[in-house]
């Protein structure tokens, strides 16, 4: 006779989370000089795009505040138009005190030569908020030269800032 076996599959929902909160930002117009980016930042208002998972980023004069604590992966991708020799960095930049801000991610192209070109870079920054009051991120562009500009657009998303909260705290 046939041996009858019986599997019983754990509720693989239980314990997966998921993804509770997603945001996607992008830069509406060029910036030409050197500085924290304070504005000209929308969310994602294309044709097609959702509105955020869960209650989304907040920011205020280009400082990004977290709905939730959380281990936040924050990309960002940059597109540069670089003149001459120029670099261009565009930093991801973090504060556990509300107040101190340091170095975490960058973007940086450059070195062209002569004459202009189009570059494009993307940063990953891995940040754990403990404290949605202290913890918060600010994107700042430095190294541009005259004739450079990290590009901006309000037609197309040509640099984005995504925010992807991947688990507890």
Do not use: H
């Not at 041996?3 to 030409?32: C, H, K, M």
């Not at 001459?84 to 504060?95: A, F, P, W």
């Not at 005190?97 to 991610?105: I, T, V």
Request: net charge negative.
């Amino acid at each position: 006779s046939a041996n009858t076996r019986s599997f019983t599959l754990p509720d693989v929902a239980t314990g997966l989370g998921g993804i509770t909160e997603f945001d996607q930002w992008y830069l509406t117009s060029n910036i030409t000089s050197d500085g924290d980016i304070t504005s000209n930042l929308s969310r994602n208002d294309k044709t097609g795009a959702p509105s955020q998972i869960g209650t989304g980023m907040s920011q205020s004069s280009g400082i990004f505040t977290f709905p939730t604590t959380g281990k936040y992966l924050v990309i960002v991708s940059a597109e540069f138009g670089l003149n001459g020799s120029d670099n261009i960095n565009l930093r991801t930049k973090v504060t556990t005190n509300n107040s101190s801000y340091s170095n975490q991610g960058r973007c940086i192209d450059g070195n062209n030569g002569t004459g202009e070109r189009s570059g494009n870079a993307t940063s990953f920054s891995f940040i754990d908020v403990t404290d949605t009051s202290q913890v918060k991120v600010k994107f700042n562009v430095s190294s541009i030269s005259s004739g450079s500009r990290v590009t901006g657009d309000s037609t197309d998303i040509s640099t984005t800032f995504v925010f992807i909260r991947l688990g507890d705290t």
